[in-house]
């Protein structure tokens, strides 16, 4: 894919139901890592995503028009939180997800920390932010409780990666 037919943008109210279902669609590969009983349905609603969207900036990669790939930037005390990365299975492994990210780190203001949470056993995101110069939290439960509000059975199965900016 060429990354000329690329863009990436602030989403807006009107973009919900579409970043929904890229969430829901790529969510699908939690049943490869996590227990049955830990996968729940869907991933995210219209009404949680609008709910999210008070606390955070949705911004969306775009092929040709359609929305492939989802992120949320959301501060919390003296970090940047990336939250809610999403990227269509079809249009995976094409540097979409890398792209948003790099977008969201042009993004950020006032802090010089980001943080990123991901399920402990997504080894896919937890290869990718290692690549991408993220270093593994000492302690994620500690960061987690402390940036993040997540039902208790998520915190336990997630860990956190952080990165320092050099401003």
Do not use: C
Request: aromatic residues 10%; negative net charge; charged residues 25%.
């Amino acid at each position: 894919m060429s990354k000329a037919r690329l863009s990436v943008r602030a989403l807006e109210p009107t973009d919900g139901v579409a970043a929904v279902a890229v969430i829901n669609t790529a969510a699908a590969w939690y049943a490869d890592f996590l227990a049955p009983s830990e996968l729940h349905g869907p991933e995210m609603t219209l009404e949680s995503w609008t709910a999210e969207s008070r606390r955070l900036t949705w911004f969306g990669a775009f092929d040709h028009g359609e929305l492939v790939g989802v992120i949320g930037l959301e501060y919390a005390a003296d970090a940047a939180l990336f939250r809610h990365a999403y990227v269509l299975p079809d249009h995976q492994r094409q540097g979409i997800a890398a792209m948003l990210h790099q977008h969201l780190v042009g993004e950020v203001r006032d802090v010089d920390k980001i943080i990123v949470g991901t399920y402990a056993a997504n080894y896919k995101a937890r290869d990718a932010l290692t690549k991408g110069g993220y270093q593994l939290s000492e302690d994620s439960e500690a960061v987690l409780r402390r940036y993040y509000d997540i039902p208790e059975d998520r915190l336990q199965t997630s860990v956190t990666y952080e990165r320092h900016l050099d401003r």
